[in-house]
């Protein structure tokens, strides 16, 4: 099952859980223009 035209589509093959992917992707996110942080709410969703 997969939802239909997603946003955003994300797969790395040797990633073993959800969190592996995330942490991925916050890694390369780019930083805002206020130099903003995740909220804890984001980092622990």
Not at 13 to 38: G, H, I, K
Request: hydrophobic share 35%; proline share 9%; aromatic share 8%.
């Amino acid at each position: 099952e997969f939802p239909e035209n997603p946003m955003l589509t994300y797969v790395e093959p040797y990633a073993s859980s959800a969190s592996e992917l995330v942490t991925e992707m916050v890694e390369y996110q780019q930083p805002a223009e206020d130099n903003r942080v995740l909220t804890n709410l984001e980092a622990t969703a």
